[in-house]
């Protein structure tokens, strides 16, 4: 009976470290997953569209309006994010002069106010008045930063914008209509008749319209 008990005890510390063993591959298994799943949280892009980006400081350019009175004032968001691992101590945006556009209550370079630390962002206000010039403008804005005991940093971002002038009255802007191109054609199987050389013969092409729009003779009288 001795005998017997030593063993069945052996075998239930056994089990009791195998449970053991199991629970702590498991918890392991576990760390490696929680740390795996926050460095994809780290690296994956937040919102918006990046348009350029330096040793890990970034830029983005918000959007504008498609239909622009003229005079109309107007704010584009343009954002500066900070994952370089050092501080931004100085911040500018230069917006080049173009025809079209005019900044309201600034002048073409704007600063940052404030140190940008890592991993966060900063948000420059910029404000544009439309003057009726050019349909499709250009918005090129660079970015001048200085990171905590480095040299200056420039680079630079171009966004382009077409606008539809308004005359005050009630405006749509175009549909685009590209990827609804016409396909408009000639039913298949039309035979041609038999006629002699130097006749005359008038033939009725049937034609199949599979567009979506109607189709209009524009030539017409």
């Not at 001795?2 to 069945?8: A, E, F, G, S, V």
């Not at 175009?174 to 038999?194: E, L, R």
Request: charged share 20%.
């Amino acid at each position: 009976m001795k005998i017997l008990n030593n063993c069945t005890l052996r075998k239930t510390n056994s089990a009791r470290t195998k449970g053991f063993k199991s629970s702590n591959i498991s918890k392991a298994i576990l760390a490696c997953l929680l740390v795996a799943f926050q460095l994809l949280a780290i690296f994956v892009p937040v919102g918006g569209a990046v348009e350029a980006e330096d040793g890990g400081v970034s830029l983005v350019i918000g959007d504008m309006p498609d239909v622009l009175p003229k005079g109309e004032v107007f704010e584009v968001d343009v954002t500066i994010h900070n994952n370089s691992g050092s501080k931004i101590t100085y911040a500018e945006l230069n917006i080049s002069q173009i025809d079209g556009l005019a900044p309201v209550n600034s002048d073409w370079k704007i600063l940052a106010d404030s140190e940008i630390q890592n991993r966060e962002q900063y948000n420059f206000p910029v404000r544009l008045v439309y003057n009726g010039g050019q349909d499709s403008i250009s918005l090129a804005i660079s970015c001048g930063y200085n990171l905590e005991g480095d040299v200056e940093r420039k680079y630079s971002v171009n966004k382009k914008f077409v606008f539809f002038k308004d005359d005050g009255s009630d405006y749509t802007p175009p549909t685009n209509t590209a990827k609804f191109a016409p396909n408009i054609k000639v039913k298949s199987d039309v035979k041609m008749p038999i006629f002699n050389a130097g006749q005359d013969v008038v033939l009725s092409l049937p034609i199949v319209n599979d567009s979506l729009y109607e189709a209009i003779n524009r030539y017409s009288d």
